[in-house]
């Protein structure tokens, strides 16, 4: 093991716990009087969330920007910064689950940019500061609610890139209670995400017994918490952690001191979604078993065998190469048992033809590079994993 520098720098609040969305008017104070609010489709209307919102803003002078979709658009954030310059709005409040959150971010820095918003998704050099913003989670899935990203989707060139320049929310509201409406299959994506975060950091060349200690548990986590959720989806407790870990999985904090990695699955799925607008973490589920079996090799057996042994409860005492391949079985297991797809085909993706460019897309414009996983992947790899999770 070595250990690697690491710099962590997460300035949001969490505000965790039932009903606390009530103090939201005491962290708004001396912001200025214009908000924007920003949510998807309903949900939060359907939750009472929402006058609950207007209720606690009535001294304020409301805009709304609903709509918001589900792998949110450009065209989304162009009109937020739209109605932010022209009603000269003074902070924005994202009510809703990631996708919410990240349009958010990019309707923030555009805010406080001359050109097209999309040109600081390509460059984050752009980027001139942004209008102040807090979040609502309402889903617990990307950790959006306490990192400094935003994904965006342009569906005319088929890309979907990550806003990277240090967004992050000054506040987020976490209620346990605002996620026991999830649907099943957005409760067990999300789950896959929380857990796809964790293996980004986790399944690197080194690590250390901190962060080994930290990912394991989160897994463990979501191992245990999200068929409770699933069975009873207004369980507090599993709500709870389920919530608690979304926020810490993507945040920085099980990678620090390891590796730096280059986010493999992610930067594959990116691509899948941006093509076939699929649900992020059902993406990342079918993709992570395929990209697990081209890692394992006699170098790596002990990282996954040490996995198995600590999430899966497998025997110690067997071959290092039985554990981890039984550690990946039980991976794929997992997340059939909680209802998600196992095969490209099964969310209607049935051919090959993206596959090139896709890969292509990845070596040019990923932030990570492919080299420096725990087993490096070039153009061809990466269209192996595709073919092998059709
Ligand atoms: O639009 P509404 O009506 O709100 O419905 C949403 C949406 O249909 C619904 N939902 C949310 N809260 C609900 C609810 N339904 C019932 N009750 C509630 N309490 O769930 C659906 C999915 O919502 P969405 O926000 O899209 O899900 P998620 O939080 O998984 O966000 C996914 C997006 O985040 C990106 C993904 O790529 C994807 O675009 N990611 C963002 C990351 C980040 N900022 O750090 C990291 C991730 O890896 C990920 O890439
Ligand atoms: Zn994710």
């Not at 070595?2 to 300035?11: E, G, I, L, R």
């Not at 395929?290 to 996954?304: S, V």
Request: glycine share 10%; net charge negative; hydrophobic share 40%.
């Amino acid at each position: 093991m070595t250990m690697h520098n690491y710099d962590y720098y997460v300035p949001t609040r969490l505000v965790f716990g039932k009903g606390r969305v009530s103090e939201l008017p005491k962290y708004l104070e001396g912001r200025g009087k214009k908000v924007l609010l920003a949510y998807g489709g309903g949900s939060i209307k359907r939750l009472g969330l929402y006058d609950t919102l207007k209720d606690l803003l009535k001294d304020y002078e409301v805009f709304e920007l609903p709509g918001i979709e589900p792998n949110p658009r450009i065209e989304s954030v162009r009109k937020g910064v739209e109605m932010v310059k022209q009603e000269n709005i003074d902070f924005i409040i994202a009510a809703g689950g990631g996708s919410v959150i990240d349009c958010v971010k990019n309707i923030a820095c555009g805010a406080r940019y001359d050109g097209d918003p999309w040109d600081l998704v390509m460059d984050a050099s752009l980027i001139k500061g942004h209008v102040p913003f807090f979040a609502v989670l309402t889903l617990s899935a990307t950790g959006s609610e306490y990192d400094g990203g935003g994904v965006i989707t342009n569906p005319e060139t088929n890309e979907k890139n990550a806003l990277l320049g240090n967004i992050f929310p000054e506040v987020s509201i976490m209620d346990p209670e605002y996620t026991y409406s999830v649907t099943a299959w957005q409760t067990a994506s999300g789950s896959a995400d929380i857990m796809s975060h964790v293996f980004e950091s986790y399944l690197v060349k080194d690590g250390n017994i901190f962060t080994d200690g930290i990912c394991e548990a989160m897994l463990r986590t979501i191992v245990e918490c999200t068929p409770k959720a699933l069975e009873q989806p207004d369980d507090y407790e599993a709500r709870a952690q389920l919530m608690m870990i979304s926020s810490f999985g993507c945040c920085g904090l099980p990678a620090i001191g390891r590796t730096p990695s280059p986010w493999v699955c992610h930067g594959i799925e990116h691509e899948v979604s941006a093509f076939y607008d699929i649900t992020h973490g059902a993406g990342l589920a079918i993709l992570t078993p395929p990209l697990m079996r081209f890692w394992l090799t006699e170098e790596t057996a002990p990282r996954f065998a040490q996995y198995g042994v600590r999430v899966f409860g497998l025997d110690p005492k067997n071959a290092p190469m039985d554990n981890a391949e039984e550690a990946i079985r039980k991976t794929a297991e997992f997340f059939k048992s909680i209802g998600l797809p196992g095969t490209l085909r099964e969310v209607g993706i049935d051919s090959d033809e993206h596959f090139g460019e896709m890969a292509d897309h990845i070596i040019a414009h990923w932030f990570g590079n492919f080299k420096d996983a725990l087993r490096p992947l070039n153009r061809d790899d990466i269209i192996g994993i595709l073919k092998a999770a059709l």
